[in-house]
Structures are given as C-alpha cells and as structure tokens.
C-alpha cells in the first residue's frame, strides 16, 4: 500500500495562493486532481518521477505551479491567482508507469484536501 497524503488547503479569497503539499512514500510521478461537488474528478497538474517535466490543464496554466522535493519525497501545488472555479477537493495521486497519463493509471490517491475560493 502507498500512503499519500494532501496538506495545505483551506478557505482563500479570491487573487491570493495556497500551497498544497503531498507527502509521498517514495519518488514517484505524482498527479494532481480536483473534484468540486456534482463535477467529475480532472486533472489539475503532475510532475513526473524522473526531472522536473510537469503538465499542466489549460485552466490553470500560468497559475499554478508544481514542483518536487526529491529529499522530503513530497510534491508541492503551488496556486496563485485563485479564483471561485478553483474550489474543489484536491487530491495527489500516484501514476503506477511513471508518468502522466490517463486518470485510470492513477492506483494511489490521497484522501483529498478542501480548497475553498471565495468571492
């Protein structure tokens, strides 16, 4: 079993940022996801296990940032410029090949941490 765990989400106004943290077992390539109530889980971001190559929806592009810390085995979502239509639960996922694929490659996730965007 993988353990992954989700940290940093809270209730933000509108153009501030939060930080997700996901703290992993193991470098693994991590996925990001969100899931806002009634809406089907997306893709947010992910970063591969090997360098820093990351991927982005266009949604957020230009507005979120994830990057890795390979000594603390946790893979960060950095969000600037939040907006309403950000707010969802927001999970890390493990790709179980190692790289950013379909969603249905994603074998362990995290238990989620509320983002909530205010007006």
């Known amino acids: 079993q993988v353990q992954l765990v989700e940290s940093g989400g809270g209730l933000v106004q509108a153009g501030t940022s939060l930080r997700l943290s996901c703290e992993a077992p193991s470098r693994y390539t991590i996925g990001w996801f969100r899931q806002a109530p009634g809406k089907e889980r997306e893709f947010v971001a992910g970063?591969?296990?090997?360098?820093?190559?990351?991927s982005y929806a266009n949604s957020v592009k230009g507005r979120f940032t994830v990057a890795r810390d390979d000594a603390k085995n946790t893979v960060y979502l950095q969000m600037n410029s939040l907006k309403p239509e950000d707010t969802a639960v927001y999970y890390c996922a493990r790709n179980q090949f190692g790289r950013l694929g379909p969603m249905s490659e994603y074998d362990y996730w995290g238990q989620g941490t509320q983002v909530t965007v205010s007006s």
């Open positions: 970063i591969r296990r090997t360098g820093s190559s990351a």
